[in-house]
């Protein structure tokens, strides 16, 4: 039997409920696209010129995986930020939303007096904390979700709160035009996918199982192009975060451009290194080409690399199914590793540093 078939052991090490947060993905999005549609904001917040987001981490993530299905559709300019700064453009005509599962993200947070000063139409997207009590006191507009889907209570694990709340508030401001039946097409497809890669679904019929098996003692190197560029930057930071296991991410055609070059030396990348192509059929002609010239190259190199190729009809669709697959390779790559995916000793102890 398989290590990862053995379900006792996963319990064991899944302290944290992580792997019942992961099945309650399509659930998270349902319940924060249906509480969204309820706000009601001012009309001014539909007259923007720009939209800019902040979150960290796993708060950042859902943007990322937006920006990237809906970058072909989007008429006004969508930025993703990190930090404690306001780039220059943000003024009256700028949607400005502070993304925070806690509530309390220093970062996001900071930004919110200068936002202010220059005008912007703010909202805010939480689970509690600060940013909750600023909302409630109507100090700013927002959505103030109740993670009852989310019973390992981390963030990173309550994505679909961030994609489903964050397309919610972009729908509501005109920005991005959903229809219902697409939210719950994908979240079928979703609840479809859960049965294929539950822990309950043994190894050898197990996609989810399979990758995080190629991936054990190796650094995992995401490949992604077009609407799964987010994709492959929540995978890589899935990995990282969950398996406490490096990995990075590179996106197609850019990284022809430089990468295969670097594939040479050390002379050990062979030994070390995997790469994950999220593949899909609904790529442009000429990047998908890009993929099998970029295979043979790194098998050239002999180095090793897997394919995910994700089902769905929809740029939607797919992008979620690589989400619910990426969540359950990284939670399979920590048993693995013989972890609890939950816990995050070093992103703590940075914490309790910064605030010492």
């Not at 508030?169 to 509501?172: I, T």
């Not at 398996?243 to 040479?264: D, M, P, Q, R, V």
């Not at 062979?270 to 192509?277: A, D, E, G, L, R």
């Given at each position: 039997?398989?290590?990862?078939?053995?379900?006792?052991?996963?319990?064991?090490?899944?302290?944290?409920?992580?792997?019942?947060?992961?099945?309650?993905?399509?659930?998270?999005?349902e319940q924060a696209w249906a509480e969204t549609k309820k706000l009601k904001f001012s009309p001014a917040y539909k007259k923007i010129d720009k939209?800019?987001?902040?979150?960290?981490?796993?708060?950042?993530?859902?943007?990322?995986?937006?920006?990237?299905?809906?970058?072909?559709?989007?008429?006004v300019s969508l930025a993703n930020i990190h930090g404690y700064d306001l780039p220059g453009l943000v003024d009256k005509n700028t949607l400005y939303i502070i993304s925070s599962y806690s509530g309390e993200t220093e970062e996001p947070l900071t930004t919110l007096k200068a936002a202010k000063?220059?005008?912007?139409?703010?909202?805010?997207?939480?689970?509690?904390?600060?940013?909750?009590?600023?909302?409630?006191?109507?100090?700013?507009?927002?959505?103030?979700?109740?993670?009852?889907?989310?019973?390992?209570n981390q963030p990173r694990l309550g994505l679909g709160y961030s994609i489903g709340g964050i397309l919610g508030?972009?729908?509501?401001c005109g920005?991005?035009?959903?229809?219902?039946?697409?939210?719950?097409?994908?979240?079928?497809?979703?609840?479809?996918?859960?049965?294929?890669?539950?822990?309950?679904?043994?190894?050898?019929?197990?996609?989810?199982?399979?990758?995080a098996d190629s991936l054990y003692g190796k650094i995992p190197v995401v490949v992604a192009s077009e609407f799964l560029a987010g994709n492959a930057h929540a995978l890589a930071n899935q990995i990282n975060e969950?398996?406490?296991?490096?990995?990075?991410?590179?996106?197609?055609?850019?990284?022809?451009?430089?990468?295969?070059?670097?594939?040479?030396?050390?002379?050990?990348?062979?030994?070390?290194?995997?790469?994950?192509?999220?593949?899909?059929?609904?790529?442009?002609?000429?990047?998908?080409?890009r993929f099998a010239i970029t295979k043979d190259i790194v098998a050239k190199n002999k180095i090793q690399f897997s394919s995910f190729f994700s089902p769905g009809e929809t740029n939607l669709e797919q992008s979620f199914a690589a989400l619910l697959f990426g969540s359950y390779v990284s939670f399979y790559l920590a048993i693995m590793n013989g972890l609890d995916p939950s816990l995050i000793p070093s992103v703590d102890y940075l914490k309790e540093k910064l605030n010492n």
């Open positions: 039997m398989h290590t990862l078939d053995n379900l006792a052991r996963l319990g064991q090490l899944d302290k944290e409920r992580m792997l019942e947060s992961i099945a309650l993905l399509p659930r998270q999005i939209v800019v987001i902040n979150g960290m981490g796993g708060s950042g993530l859902g943007t990322h995986i937006i920006r990237s299905i809906y970058f072909k559709d989007l008429k000063k220059r005008g912007a139409k703010i909202l805010g997207i939480t689970a509690g904390g600060e940013l909750a009590e600023l909302i409630q006191a109507k100090q700013i507009p927002g959505y103030i979700f109740e993670p009852k889907h989310n019973p390992c508030l972009l729908s509501q920005v991005v035009k959903i229809k219902d039946q697409e939210i719950s097409s994908a979240v079928n497809l979703l609840d479809k996918l859960n049965q294929e890669f539950s822990p309950k679904n043994p190894f050898t019929q197990n996609k989810a199982k399979q990758m969950n398996a406490k296991n490096f990995s990075a991410y590179f996106i197609i055609s850019e990284l022809n451009h430089h990468l295969l070059e670097g594939l040479s030396y050390p002379a050990s990348n062979h030994k070390n290194i995997h790469f994950v192509f999220l593949e899909s059929n609904l790529y442009y002609s000429r990047n998908q080409k």
